[in-house]
Protein backbone atom coordinates (compact mmCIF):
# COMPACT_ATOMS: atom_id res chain seq x y z
CA UNK A 1 0.00 0.00 0.00
CA UNK A 2 1.08 3.62 -0.73
CA UNK A 3 1.03 5.70 2.46
CA UNK A 4 1.06 8.58 0.08
CA UNK A 5 -2.11 7.64 -1.25
CA UNK A 6 -4.09 6.45 1.48
CA UNK A 7 -8.03 7.51 1.72
CA UNK A 8 -7.92 8.09 4.97
CA UNK A 9 -9.62 11.70 5.55
CA UNK A 10 -7.65 14.08 7.19
CA UNK A 11 -7.86 14.86 10.46
CA UNK A 12 -11.04 17.08 10.50
CA UNK A 13 -12.28 16.55 6.76
CA UNK A 14 -15.42 15.29 8.73
CA UNK A 15 -15.54 16.95 11.81
CA UNK A 16 -13.79 17.62 14.76
CA UNK A 17 -11.44 14.77 16.44
CA UNK A 18 -13.19 13.66 19.36
CA UNK A 19 -10.50 15.64 21.30
CA UNK A 20 -12.33 18.44 19.54
CA UNK A 21 -15.84 17.98 20.75
CA UNK A 22 -18.83 17.26 18.70
CA UNK A 23 -19.33 16.83 15.24
CA UNK A 24 -20.50 20.39 13.49
CA UNK A 25 -24.16 20.54 13.10
CA UNK A 26 -24.94 20.15 9.25
CA UNK A 27 -25.35 23.95 7.31
CA UNK A 28 -27.54 24.07 3.87
CA UNK A 29 -25.91 24.00 0.80
CA UNK A 30 -26.59 27.55 -0.07
CA UNK A 31 -24.74 28.76 3.61
CA UNK A 32 -21.74 26.16 2.61
CA UNK A 33 -21.42 28.07 -0.89
CA UNK A 34 -21.11 31.58 0.80
CA UNK A 35 -18.53 30.36 3.61
CA UNK A 36 -16.13 28.72 1.24
CA UNK A 37 -16.93 31.86 -0.70
CA UNK A 38 -15.30 34.07 2.11
CA UNK A 39 -12.39 32.30 2.70
CA UNK A 40 -11.77 31.91 -1.22
CA UNK A 41 -12.33 36.06 -0.79
CA UNK A 42 -9.23 35.91 1.99
CA UNK A 43 -7.07 33.98 -0.77
CA UNK A 44 -8.31 36.63 -3.47
CA UNK A 45 -6.59 39.32 -1.29
CA UNK A 46 -3.65 37.69 -0.29
CA UNK A 47 -2.78 36.31 -3.92
CA UNK A 48 -3.45 40.20 -5.41
CA UNK A 49 -1.12 41.92 -2.15
CA UNK A 50 1.58 38.91 -3.38
CA UNK A 51 1.67 38.75 -7.06
CA UNK A 52 1.03 42.72 -7.53
CA UNK A 53 4.32 43.33 -6.05
CA UNK A 54 5.64 41.99 -8.77
CA UNK A 55 4.02 42.99 -11.88
CA UNK A 56 4.44 46.72 -10.01
CA UNK A 57 8.13 46.09 -8.95
CA UNK A 58 9.26 48.77 -11.32
CA UNK A 59 6.89 51.21 -10.26
CA UNK A 60 7.88 50.56 -6.06
CA UNK A 61 11.81 50.68 -7.32
CA UNK A 62 11.02 54.19 -9.53
CA UNK A 63 9.40 55.99 -6.20
CA UNK A 64 11.29 54.92 -3.39
CA UNK A 65 14.96 53.93 -4.83
CA UNK A 66 14.96 56.56 -7.62
CA UNK A 67 18.69 57.79 -7.41
CA UNK A 68 19.66 53.92 -7.69
CA UNK A 69 17.35 53.43 -10.40
CA UNK A 70 18.93 56.93 -12.62
CA UNK A 71 22.19 54.99 -11.62
CA UNK A 72 21.97 51.65 -11.76
CA UNK A 73 18.68 50.40 -12.52
CA UNK A 74 19.18 46.65 -12.83
CA UNK A 75 20.78 47.21 -9.33
CA UNK A 76 17.65 48.81 -8.41
CA UNK A 77 15.49 46.63 -9.53
CA UNK A 78 17.24 43.57 -7.47
CA UNK A 79 17.10 46.00 -4.59
CA UNK A 80 13.41 46.01 -5.09
CA UNK A 81 13.19 42.74 -4.94
CA UNK A 82 14.13 42.57 -1.20
CA UNK A 83 10.68 43.55 -0.63
CA UNK A 84 9.60 40.41 -2.04
CA UNK A 85 11.38 38.45 -0.46
CA UNK A 86 10.79 40.12 3.52
CA UNK A 87 6.95 39.31 2.17
CA UNK A 88 8.22 35.62 1.71
CA UNK A 89 10.22 35.90 4.79
CA UNK A 90 6.66 37.24 6.65
CA UNK A 91 5.16 34.22 5.90
CA UNK A 92 8.28 31.57 6.67
CA UNK A 93 7.68 33.11 10.24
CA UNK A 94 4.57 33.37 10.35
CA UNK A 95 3.05 30.42 9.50
CA UNK A 96 4.84 27.72 12.13
CA UNK A 97 4.06 30.39 15.19
CA UNK A 98 0.78 31.62 14.73
CA UNK A 99 -0.33 28.01 13.87
CA UNK A 100 1.29 27.04 17.19
CA UNK A 101 0.07 30.40 19.04
CA UNK A 102 -2.92 29.39 18.42
CA UNK A 103 -3.63 26.06 18.91
CA UNK A 104 -6.34 26.18 21.73
CA UNK A 105 -8.11 28.82 19.62
CA UNK A 106 -11.39 28.24 17.18
CA UNK A 107 -10.55 27.75 13.91
CA UNK A 108 -13.37 30.39 13.54
CA UNK A 109 -11.98 32.94 15.54
CA UNK A 110 -8.71 32.95 14.46
CA UNK A 111 -9.41 32.97 10.45
CA UNK A 112 -11.17 36.50 11.40
CA UNK A 113 -8.13 37.52 13.18
CA UNK A 114 -5.64 36.67 10.74
CA UNK A 115 -7.55 38.26 8.38
CA UNK A 116 -7.83 41.73 10.38
CA UNK A 117 -3.98 41.07 10.44
CA UNK A 118 -3.78 40.56 6.79
CA UNK A 119 -5.42 44.21 6.44
CA UNK A 120 -3.50 46.11 8.63
CA UNK A 121 -0.36 44.92 6.75
CA UNK A 122 -1.07 45.62 3.93
CA UNK A 123 -2.81 49.07 4.58
CA UNK A 124 0.93 49.95 6.21
CA UNK A 125 2.55 48.89 2.77
CA UNK A 126 0.57 51.55 0.91
CA UNK A 127 1.49 54.25 3.57
CA UNK A 128 5.29 54.14 4.52
CA UNK A 129 7.13 57.01 3.37
CA UNK A 130 10.69 54.81 2.74
CA UNK A 131 11.91 51.86 1.16
CA UNK A 132 13.50 50.19 4.68
CA UNK A 133 9.61 50.92 6.34
CA UNK A 134 8.24 49.46 3.37
CA UNK A 135 10.19 46.47 3.18
CA UNK A 136 9.50 46.02 7.05
CA UNK A 137 5.44 46.19 6.43
CA UNK A 138 5.75 43.66 3.58
CA UNK A 139 7.28 41.63 6.09
CA UNK A 140 4.37 42.24 8.67
CA UNK A 141 1.72 41.52 5.55
CA UNK A 142 3.15 38.21 5.14
CA UNK A 143 3.04 37.14 8.63
CA UNK A 144 -0.40 35.76 8.53
CA UNK A 145 -0.36 34.49 5.01
CA UNK A 146 0.35 30.80 5.87
CA UNK A 147 -2.08 30.40 8.93
CA UNK A 148 -4.63 31.85 6.57
CA UNK A 149 -4.36 29.49 4.43
CA UNK A 150 -3.71 26.37 6.60
CA UNK A 151 -7.09 27.64 8.56
CA UNK A 152 -8.58 28.05 5.22
CA UNK A 153 -7.83 24.69 3.92
CA UNK A 154 -9.14 23.12 6.85
CA UNK A 155 -12.50 24.84 7.37
CA UNK A 156 -12.96 24.05 3.52
CA UNK A 157 -12.25 20.60 3.76
CA UNK A 158 -14.65 20.23 6.74
CA UNK A 159 -17.17 21.57 4.89
CA UNK A 160 -17.04 19.47 1.73
CA UNK A 161 -16.57 16.33 4.14
CA UNK A 162 -14.63 13.08 3.70
CA UNK A 163 -13.20 12.15 0.33
CA UNK A 164 -12.95 15.70 -0.70
CA UNK A 165 -9.25 16.40 0.39
CA UNK A 166 -7.79 17.85 -2.56
CA UNK A 167 -10.90 19.39 -3.34
CA UNK A 168 -11.30 21.28 -0.69
CA UNK A 169 -7.71 22.23 -0.62
CA UNK A 170 -8.09 23.97 -4.15
CA UNK A 171 -11.41 25.48 -3.13
CA UNK A 172 -9.79 27.46 -0.01
CA UNK A 173 -6.35 27.97 -3.09
CA UNK A 174 -8.65 29.12 -5.34
CA UNK A 175 -9.13 32.90 -4.32
CA UNK A 176 -5.17 32.94 -4.84
CA UNK A 177 -5.75 31.37 -8.19
CA UNK A 178 -8.37 33.88 -9.55
CA UNK A 179 -6.17 36.71 -7.89
CA UNK A 180 -3.55 36.22 -10.58
CA UNK A 181 -6.29 35.69 -12.96
CA UNK A 182 -8.35 38.79 -13.04
CA UNK A 183 -7.43 40.78 -9.50
CA UNK A 184 -3.33 41.12 -9.71
CA UNK A 185 -3.54 42.54 -14.07
CA UNK A 186 -6.42 44.56 -13.52
CA UNK A 187 -4.56 45.81 -9.72
CA UNK A 188 -1.47 46.23 -11.81
CA UNK A 189 -2.89 48.18 -14.52
CA UNK A 190 -4.64 50.34 -11.75
CA UNK A 191 -1.26 51.11 -10.14
CA UNK A 192 0.36 51.81 -13.89
CA UNK A 193 -2.48 54.76 -13.78
CA UNK A 194 -2.63 55.45 -10.01
CA UNK A 195 0.07 54.25 -8.36
CA UNK A 196 0.90 51.51 -6.54
CA UNK A 197 0.40 52.76 -2.98
CA UNK A 198 -3.31 53.36 -3.99
CA UNK A 199 -3.25 49.24 -5.37
CA UNK A 200 -2.73 48.12 -1.46
CA UNK A 201 -4.82 50.40 -0.03
CA UNK A 202 -7.83 48.55 -2.97
CA UNK A 203 -6.51 45.34 -1.51
CA UNK A 204 -6.83 46.53 2.14
CA UNK A 205 -10.73 47.20 1.68
CA UNK A 206 -10.80 43.64 -0.13
CA UNK A 207 -9.40 42.38 3.80
CA UNK A 208 -12.18 44.41 5.34
CA UNK A 209 -15.52 42.48 3.22
CA UNK A 210 -13.50 39.34 3.73
CA UNK A 211 -13.49 40.04 7.62
CA UNK A 212 -17.52 40.58 7.55
CA UNK A 213 -18.18 37.88 4.80
CA UNK A 214 -16.58 34.92 7.51
CA UNK A 215 -17.82 36.63 10.59
CA UNK A 216 -21.57 36.24 8.49
CA UNK A 217 -21.28 32.85 6.79
CA UNK A 218 -18.45 30.50 8.50
CA UNK A 219 -20.13 28.29 10.78
CA UNK A 220 -18.64 28.79 14.44
CA UNK A 221 -16.50 25.85 14.95
CA UNK A 222 -15.78 25.08 19.24
CA UNK A 223 -12.15 25.79 20.52
CA UNK A 224 -10.15 22.41 20.47
CA UNK A 225 -10.12 20.57 24.05
CA UNK A 226 -6.80 19.57 25.47
CA UNK A 227 -4.50 20.63 22.76
CA UNK A 228 -1.62 21.75 23.81
CA UNK A 229 1.81 23.44 22.03
CA UNK A 230 4.17 20.86 22.65
CA UNK A 231 1.52 18.58 20.84
CA UNK A 232 1.74 20.36 17.65
CA UNK A 233 5.48 20.12 17.92
CA UNK A 234 5.38 16.66 17.77
CA UNK A 235 5.01 16.44 13.70
CA UNK A 236 8.31 19.06 13.70
CA UNK A 237 10.50 15.70 14.63
CA UNK A 238 9.13 13.65 11.52
CA UNK A 239 11.97 13.80 9.03
CA UNK A 240 9.55 13.17 6.32
CA UNK A 241 8.19 16.94 6.89
CA UNK A 242 11.42 18.62 6.79
CA UNK A 243 12.24 16.80 3.21
CA UNK A 244 8.72 17.73 1.57
CA UNK A 245 9.36 21.16 2.81
CA UNK A 246 12.30 21.25 1.33
CA UNK A 247 10.77 20.10 -1.63
CA UNK A 248 8.71 22.41 -1.90
CA UNK A 249 11.04 25.31 -0.61
CA UNK A 250 13.76 24.26 -4.16
CA UNK A 251 11.17 22.77 -6.44
CA UNK A 252 8.92 25.74 -6.75
CA UNK A 253 11.60 28.41 -6.21
CA UNK A 254 12.34 28.37 -9.68
CA UNK A 255 8.53 29.66 -10.60
CA UNK A 256 9.29 32.85 -8.35
CA UNK A 257 12.43 33.18 -9.89
CA UNK A 258 11.21 34.48 -13.26
CA UNK A 259 7.85 35.61 -11.79
CA UNK A 260 9.53 37.86 -9.61
CA UNK A 261 10.70 39.80 -12.64
CA UNK A 262 8.11 39.36 -15.06
CA UNK A 263 7.63 42.85 -15.81
CA UNK A 264 11.34 43.81 -17.06
CA UNK A 265 11.51 40.25 -18.77
CA UNK A 266 8.52 41.44 -20.86
CA UNK A 267 9.63 44.39 -21.69
CA UNK A 268 13.16 43.94 -22.10
CA UNK A 269 13.46 40.42 -22.91
CA UNK A 270 10.47 39.82 -24.96
CA UNK A 271 10.18 43.50 -26.23
CA UNK A 272 6.80 43.98 -25.11
CA UNK A 273 5.63 47.26 -24.02
CA UNK A 274 4.97 47.79 -20.29
CA UNK A 275 1.03 47.89 -21.09
CA UNK A 276 1.12 44.18 -22.61
CA UNK A 277 2.46 43.65 -18.15
CA UNK A 278 -1.14 42.66 -17.17
CA UNK A 279 -1.94 40.68 -20.06
CA UNK A 280 0.71 38.11 -19.35
CA UNK A 281 -0.31 37.79 -15.82
CA UNK A 282 -3.72 37.53 -17.31
CA UNK A 283 -2.02 34.17 -18.97
CA UNK A 284 -0.57 33.52 -14.93
CA UNK A 285 -3.36 33.19 -13.36
CA UNK A 286 -5.65 31.27 -16.00
CA UNK A 287 -2.93 28.85 -15.68
CA UNK A 288 -2.95 29.37 -12.17
CA UNK A 289 -6.43 28.91 -11.64
CA UNK A 290 -7.02 25.62 -14.06
CA UNK A 291 -3.66 24.27 -12.55
CA UNK A 292 -5.11 24.63 -9.05
CA UNK A 293 -8.45 23.23 -9.87
CA UNK A 294 -6.99 20.25 -12.18
CA UNK A 295 -4.25 19.49 -9.04
CA UNK A 296 -7.32 18.82 -6.43
CA UNK A 297 -8.86 16.43 -8.64
CA UNK A 298 -6.15 14.65 -9.33
CA UNK A 299 -4.40 14.48 -5.76
CA UNK A 300 -7.83 13.08 -4.51
CA UNK A 301 -7.24 10.24 -7.31
CA UNK A 302 -3.56 9.79 -6.60
CA UNK A 303 -1.25 11.81 -4.64
CA UNK A 304 1.81 10.07 -5.95
CA UNK A 305 0.69 10.18 -9.25
CA UNK A 306 0.13 13.96 -9.12
CA UNK A 307 3.66 14.62 -7.96
CA UNK A 308 5.29 12.33 -10.82
CA UNK A 309 3.48 13.13 -13.41
CA UNK A 310 3.34 16.99 -13.07
CA UNK A 311 6.69 17.56 -12.05
CA UNK A 312 8.14 16.69 -15.02
CA UNK A 313 5.39 19.04 -17.21
CA UNK A 314 6.34 21.81 -14.58
CA UNK A 315 10.12 21.33 -15.76
CA UNK A 316 9.31 21.13 -19.28
CA UNK A 317 7.36 24.46 -19.27
CA UNK A 318 10.27 26.33 -17.95
CA UNK A 319 12.55 25.14 -20.82
CA UNK A 320 9.74 26.41 -23.30
CA UNK A 321 9.89 29.29 -21.84
CA UNK A 322 13.14 29.45 -22.03
CA UNK A 323 13.39 29.26 -25.67
CA UNK A 324 10.76 31.22 -26.69
CA UNK A 325 11.04 34.32 -24.03
CA UNK A 326 12.42 36.21 -27.35
CA UNK A 327 10.23 34.83 -29.90
CA UNK A 328 7.19 37.07 -29.53
CA UNK A 329 4.82 37.93 -26.96
CA UNK A 330 2.11 35.67 -27.61
CA UNK A 331 4.52 32.55 -27.05
CA UNK A 332 5.89 33.61 -24.26
CA UNK A 333 2.94 34.88 -22.46
CA UNK A 334 1.78 31.06 -23.26
CA UNK A 335 4.59 29.55 -22.42
CA UNK A 336 4.40 31.20 -18.70
CA UNK A 337 0.46 30.27 -18.85
CA UNK A 338 2.30 26.56 -18.74
CA UNK A 339 4.59 27.43 -15.90
CA UNK A 340 1.58 28.83 -13.72
CA UNK A 341 -0.27 25.83 -14.93
CA UNK A 342 1.87 23.00 -13.62
CA UNK A 343 2.87 24.99 -10.45
CA UNK A 344 -0.19 25.45 -9.41
CA UNK A 345 -1.31 21.97 -10.05
CA UNK A 346 1.29 20.50 -7.41
CA UNK A 347 0.27 22.59 -4.76
CA UNK A 348 -2.65 20.58 -3.89
CA UNK A 349 -0.51 17.78 -3.59
CA UNK A 350 2.26 19.62 -1.57
CA UNK A 351 -0.30 20.46 0.71
CA UNK A 352 -1.58 17.82 1.30
CA UNK A 353 1.36 15.58 1.92
CA UNK A 354 2.17 17.64 4.42
CA UNK A 355 -1.30 17.76 6.50
CA UNK A 356 -1.14 13.82 5.89
CA UNK A 357 2.85 13.58 7.91
CA UNK A 358 1.44 15.94 10.17
CA UNK A 359 -1.95 13.91 11.57
CA UNK A 360 -3.21 15.72 14.16
CA UNK A 361 -0.93 18.72 13.87
CA UNK A 362 -3.29 19.55 10.91
CA UNK A 363 -3.24 23.37 11.08
CA UNK A 364 0.67 23.60 11.22
CA UNK A 365 0.89 21.03 8.63
CA UNK A 366 -1.58 22.67 6.39
CA UNK A 367 0.73 26.50 7.57
CA UNK A 368 3.75 25.07 6.97
CA UNK A 369 2.98 24.54 3.35
CA UNK A 370 2.92 28.08 2.68
CA UNK A 371 5.97 28.76 4.61
CA UNK A 372 7.48 26.31 2.53
CA UNK A 373 6.41 27.87 -1.08
CA UNK A 374 7.38 31.38 0.03
CA UNK A 375 11.00 30.31 1.39
CA UNK A 376 10.78 29.43 -2.23
CA UNK A 377 9.44 32.50 -3.26
CA UNK A 378 12.58 34.38 -1.15
CA UNK A 379 15.25 31.82 -2.58
CA UNK A 380 13.63 32.58 -6.07
CA UNK A 381 13.49 36.19 -6.25
CA UNK A 382 17.37 36.35 -4.09
CA UNK A 383 18.71 34.63 -6.79
CA UNK A 384 16.91 36.14 -9.96
CA UNK A 385 17.89 39.25 -8.50
CA UNK A 386 21.16 38.55 -7.75
CA UNK A 387 21.93 36.82 -11.32
CA UNK A 388 20.57 40.24 -13.03
CA UNK A 389 22.55 42.46 -10.41
CA UNK A 390 25.96 40.28 -11.96
CA UNK A 391 25.17 41.66 -14.88
CA UNK A 392 23.75 38.33 -16.47
CA UNK A 393 20.77 40.22 -17.81
CA UNK A 394 17.17 39.46 -17.61
CA UNK A 395 17.37 35.40 -19.26
CA UNK A 396 19.46 34.86 -16.63
CA UNK A 397 16.80 34.06 -13.61
CA UNK A 398 15.32 31.23 -16.54
CA UNK A 399 18.02 29.55 -16.42
CA UNK A 400 18.18 29.46 -12.49
CA UNK A 401 14.85 28.49 -12.42
CA UNK A 402 15.33 25.39 -14.50
CA UNK A 403 18.05 24.11 -12.37
CA UNK A 404 15.84 24.74 -9.00
CA UNK A 405 12.75 22.51 -10.93
CA UNK A 406 14.70 19.54 -11.48
CA UNK A 407 16.28 19.45 -8.19
CA UNK A 408 13.40 19.55 -6.61
CA UNK A 409 11.81 16.73 -9.06
CA UNK A 410 15.10 14.47 -8.07
CA UNK A 411 14.63 15.18 -4.46
CA UNK A 412 10.65 13.93 -5.05
CA UNK A 413 11.88 11.06 -6.67
CA UNK A 414 14.32 9.84 -3.85
CA UNK A 415 11.73 10.36 -1.26
CA UNK A 416 9.13 8.27 -2.57
CA UNK A 417 11.84 5.47 -3.40
CA UNK A 418 13.06 5.64 -0.17
CA UNK A 419 9.40 5.46 1.50
CA UNK A 420 8.75 2.83 -0.99
CA UNK A 421 12.04 0.70 0.21
CA UNK A 422 11.06 1.40 3.80
CA UNK A 423 7.75 -0.03 3.38
CA UNK A 424 9.13 -3.23 1.56
CA UNK A 425 11.24 -3.50 4.74
CA UNK A 426 8.33 -2.99 7.13
CA UNK A 427 6.50 -5.77 5.06
CA UNK A 428 9.07 -8.50 5.29
CA UNK A 429 9.85 -7.78 8.91
CA UNK A 430 6.60 -7.91 10.01
CA UNK A 431 5.83 -11.50 7.55
CA UNK A 432 9.34 -12.82 9.32
CA UNK A 433 8.23 -12.22 12.62
CA UNK A 434 3.82 -12.35 13.03
CA UNK A 435 3.51 -9.53 15.44
CA UNK A 436 1.45 -9.55 18.31
CA UNK A 437 -1.23 -7.17 18.44
CA UNK A 438 -2.31 -4.74 20.72
CA UNK A 439 -5.56 -3.69 19.41
CA UNK A 440 -5.15 -2.08 15.89
CA UNK A 441 -1.28 -1.54 16.07
CA UNK A 442 1.25 -4.14 15.40
CA UNK A 443 3.99 -4.79 18.14
CA UNK A 444 7.38 -6.37 16.95
CA UNK A 445 8.79 -8.69 19.56
CA UNK A 446 11.94 -7.47 21.47
CA UNK A 447 14.87 -8.40 19.63
CA UNK A 448 14.58 -8.05 15.71
Avoid at 230 to 248: P, S
Amino acid sequence: MNTLDSTRPLPDAAGPSPADGARPAPIAPARRRLALLALALGGFGIGASEFVSMGLLPDIAGTLLGEQMVADREGGIATAGHAITAYALGVVVGAPVLALLSVRWSRTTMIVALAAALAVGTALSGLMPTFELTVAARFLAGVPHGAYFGVASLLAASLMGPGNQGKGIALALSGLTVANLAGVPLLTALGQVAGWRAVYLVITVIFVVTIAALLLTVPRQAAPKGRRMIDELAALRRLQLWIVMGIAAIGFAGAFAVFSYIADITTHVTGAPASAVPWVLVAAGLGMTLGNLAGGALTDRSLTGTLLGAFPVYIASLVLFLLVSEVSLVAMSLAFFLVNATNSMLGPAMQTWLIRIAHRSEVLGASLNHAAFNVANAIGAALGGAVIAAGLGYRAPMVVSIVLAVVGFAMVGATLLALRVRARRTRALLAANPPATTGSIPVVTAGV
